[in-house]
């Protein structure tokens, strides 16, 4: 019930980087024959050297320690959002819908950064590769394609996406491979109650010696109150592990109150403990959180769209 297992829920998409390469062929040309050049002084100054246009630059969705998002890039992502949701399109998203698909994005940017940072390289081959590798998943080339085209990418837009999902996917491996197997956890047993008062009766009968584990099977008859083996950072009332963390193996808590009710806890054994295949997901879950906080917090971001 308590423990961090909430995750966000993803569409049916890549979140993406762009690196495309430009071959430009620049072709010469001549004059044959003679040609009598006009007085410099009959050319005009103001023409003689025509300014061109400069090129109107793109519009932007925002700018991730330099790396531009395109605004186009992030309309498209809406609109596949859209296609997920079912909503009807992205005009009707919320502010903060729209925001949430913003972060989406800056946080693969900011994924795929660190990745590079921290060493990540796919040379051509290796892509080429792993695009040969999607091609037999989806069943083939064609239906790759049709997949493509039904999700609002060119072929362009999706070898980038593709570029930055494997980057941002490295990183997120790297990150969870920092939370250990095994650590100090606690195996706390509570009576948890909605009344102040009979909890107050209960800790009293606790202090004059009543035994925790019989109290404990009254008023939860199906556990016992076990709560079983728990780490730090893994259940959502924190009050709950401030205080169980804070007591050796036989020692019983004050009243802890939270929304829930009134806890009293006991910790049963404590010490370095393999981690649950479900605490250590969500200790996961947690440490990429907490790397992309800190990781905004020291990074330039400008946001020019909302």
């Known amino acids: 019930?308590?423990?961090?297992?909430?995750?966000?829920?993803?569409?049916?998409?890549?979140?993406?980087?762009?690196?495309?390469?430009?071959?430009?062929?620049?072709?010469?040309?001549?004059?044959?024959?003679?040609?009598?050049?006009?007085?410099?002084?009959?050319?005009?100054?103001?023409?003689?050297?025509?300014?061109?246009?400069?090129?109107?630059?793109?519009?932007?969705?925002?700018?991730?320690?330099?790396?531009?998002?395109?605004?186009?890039?992030?309309?498209?992502?809406?609109?596949r959002y859209v296609l997920a949701q079912g909503e009807e399109s992205p005009q009707s998203l919320t502010e903060d819908q729209q925001m949430a698909v913003l972060n989406e994005m800056i946080d693969e940017i900011l994924l795929s950064q660190g990745a590079v940072e921290d060493g990540f390289e796919m040379q051509d081959t290796e892509f080429q590769q792993r695009l040969t590798e999607l091609e037999a998943s989806a069943g083939g080339a064609e239906q790759l394609n049709s997949w493509i085209g039904q999700h609002g990418y060119t072929q362009e837009t999706f070898?980038?996406?593709?570029?930055?999902?494997?980057?941002?996917?490295?990183?997120?491996?790297?990150?969870?491979?920092?939370?250990?197997?095994?650590?100090?956890?606690?195996?706390?047993?509570?009576?948890?109650?909605?009344?102040e008062d009979l909890a107050k009766d209960i800790l009293g009968n606790l202090k004059s010696g009543a035994d925790f584990a019989t109290l404990a099977l009254t008023y939860d008859p199906l556990t016992g109150g076990d709560l079983g083996w728990f780490p730090k950072g893994f259940i959502l009332l924190p009050e709950v592990e401030e205080a169980a963390f804070a007591l050796q193996p036989g020692e019983f808590s004050e009243i802890v109150p939270t929304a829930y009710g009134f806890h009293i806890l006991e910790v049963v054994e404590r010490g370095e403990e393999p981690l649950q295949p479900e605490a250590r997901k969500a200790l996961q879950r947690q440490r990429i959180q907490d790397w992309l906080k800190e990781r905004r917090e020291q990074s330039q971001i400008e946001i020019d769209i909302l």
């Open 1 to 79: 019930m308590w423990s961090n297992n909430s995750s966000k829920n993803k569409y049916l998409s890549l979140q993406f980087l762009l690196v495309v390469v430009f071959a430009i062929g620049i072709a010469g040309c001549s004059n044959s024959g003679r040609v009598t050049p006009s007085p410099v002084s009959e050319v005009p100054a103001e023409i003689s050297t025509p300014l061109l246009p400069s090129p109107t630059p793109e519009p932007l969705a925002a700018v991730v320690n330099g790396e531009k998002l395109l605004l186009t890039d992030f309309e498209a992502e809406l609109q």
């Open 159 to 195: 070898e980038a996406s593709l570029r930055l999902s494997i980057a941002a996917a490295w990183e997120r491996d790297n990150i969870i491979e920092q939370v250990p197997e095994s650590m100090e956890q606690v195996h706390v047993r509570q009576i948890l109650v909605t009344d």
